[in-house]
């Protein structure tokens, strides 16, 4: 229910895959091809899976665009409700709570594309019309799951961004408010500020509630890496990636209220030595998380071969379908989660020695220089148009065809990451 570029192989945001798309499969080929998608991305095979590694909860990400048209905010669509019934009865049946998380806001809620943001302001905190729907939201999923048990509880907003500091804890407090006046029972899950890094606006906590941070380990997402080793000009061992997790989580530890590590999880590239490495440093993580009694949410179940426990084999029709597309979003690296830009390096260091002399004291919210260069360049300038090419990939087929392309994510036609899955497995049955 909420498409990320690397998941799912398209370019920029998934409302600019989804519009192309659209424009090139024709209304019948859309609907049918997401039809499809929704109902096999995951289902009852997906749950017996995550059961059998001994995984008793899942974090399910939505888009607000399920449940609301911007043309006619406020007015909710029965579809998303429809969807979301769906999956959390496919997990209950497997003994599996779900925990629901609104990843992408109205307005956008963080900088980056998996808030579905096609820009890189974070206009959700600047507008109270956008806080005000997502509030809305909010009521009326917590009036229709307030006596749903096998919901453990409300992720009300995936990965804030608030570069002021000084809106998050108030709209916290009148989100808690809301939802409290519905829903006296279910557990709150608050991300942290700077994308679930930051407690520092955090006072006392709310009752009922887990504070929830992200923990990626750099050795695991960077593209050239080694663990333990050098990783940037860093060195990263178990003690390392530790006083990262408990200074990402001292607020937690200081209140005495539960951990709960809502993403973590390496990006794999295909070369055996450094996917060991991922492994070894994954091991690392669960066992901290273990010593310091910390419940986790991997990222991501199901994708196209970057993160996911699962995925859509190199050799599907839809992989050769979009190949193109992918071809050109490696050669740009236009993607954020886990693109290089070693092809377009004569483009990148004049820009970036430009900024450097010219704004040497310019520190852009909230990774600096570093990150908001690429971000404006690869993952905007660049994506928008790769984004109507991708779509372009689908140009004539028959609604059939899409409705078949489609299908390639059930699980039955995607490879299970063994070595991933023994991992967990082997944690979790061991505890």
């Known amino acids: ?133 997502v509030v809305h939201l909010w009521e009326a999923l917590a009036e229709r ?82 663990y333990p080793g050098i990783t940037r000009g860093e060195y990263f061992d178990r003690h390392v990636v530790e006083q990262t997790f408990l200074r990402r989580t001292e607020f937690m530890r200081r209140t005495g209220t539960p951990i709960w590590i809502g993403e973590f999880g390496p990006i794999y590239t295909g070369d055996p030595v450094r996917d060991q490495a991922c492994y070894e440093l994954l091991r690392d993580q669960l066992d901290i998380y273990r010593a310091h009694d910390a419940s986790w949410s991997l ?24 190949a193109p597309s992918l071809e050109q979003k490696t050669r740009l690296g236009t993607d954020s989660w886990g693109g290089s830009d070693a092809n377009i390096r004569h483009v990148m260091e004049p820009i970036e020695k430009l900024i450097a002399d010219e704004f040497p004291d310019f520190h852009p919210y909230p990774w600096g220089q570093r990150q908001w260069i690429p971000l404006l360049i690869r993952n905007i300038m660049l994506a928008e148009p790769a984004a109507e090419y991708f779509g372009r990939c689908f140009q004539g087929l028959s609604p059939e065809r899409a409705e078949e392309l489609a299908s390639c994510f059930a699980l039955s036609s995607c490879h299970v990451r063994t070595e991933l899955a023994a991992v967990l497995r082997d944690h979790l049955m061991s505890g």
């Open 145 to 226: 799951y307030r006596d749903t048990p096998a919901v453990a509880g409300y992720n009300p907003l995936n990965e804030p961004a608030d570069e002021s500091g000084s809106v998050i804890g108030p709209f916290y407090e009148r989100l808690e408010k809301a939802i409290r006046a519905v829903d006296p029972n279910h557990v709150l899950f608050l991300d942290g500020n700077r994308y679930s890094s930051d407690f520092s606006t955090f006072e006392e906590p709310f009752d009922n509630t887990v504070y929830t941070a992200h923990d990626y380990a750099l050795p695991g997402i960077a593209r050239v890496s080694e």
């Open 299 to 322: 990222w991501t179940y199901k994708d196209i071969g970057r993160q996911g426990l699962a995925h859509v084999p190199e050799d599907s029709p839809y992989i050769r379908q979009i």
């Open 1 to 133: 229910m909420n498409m990320e570029n690397f998941i799912t192989g398209y370019p920029g945001t998934e409302s600019q895959a989804r519009a192309s798309m659209r424009a090139n499969l024709g209304a019948e080929g859309y609907e049918r091809f997401f039809a499809r998608f929704m109902r096999d991305f995951f289902n009852d095979d997906d749950a017996q899976l995550v059961a059998s590694l001994g995984m008793n909860c899942v974090r399910v990400p939505f888009n607000y665009r399920h449940f609301e048209d911007d043309d006619q905010p406020f007015v909710l669509k029965d579809d998303g409700f429809g969807l979301l019934d769906r999956i959390i009865e496919i997990c209950a049946r497997h003994g599996i709570y779900t925990i629901l998380d609104l990843h992408a806001a109205p307005g956008c809620q963080n900088h980056h594309w998996h808030s579905d943001n096609p820009t890189h302001v974070p206009l959700f905190w600047q507008h109270r019309h956008f806080q005000d729907r």
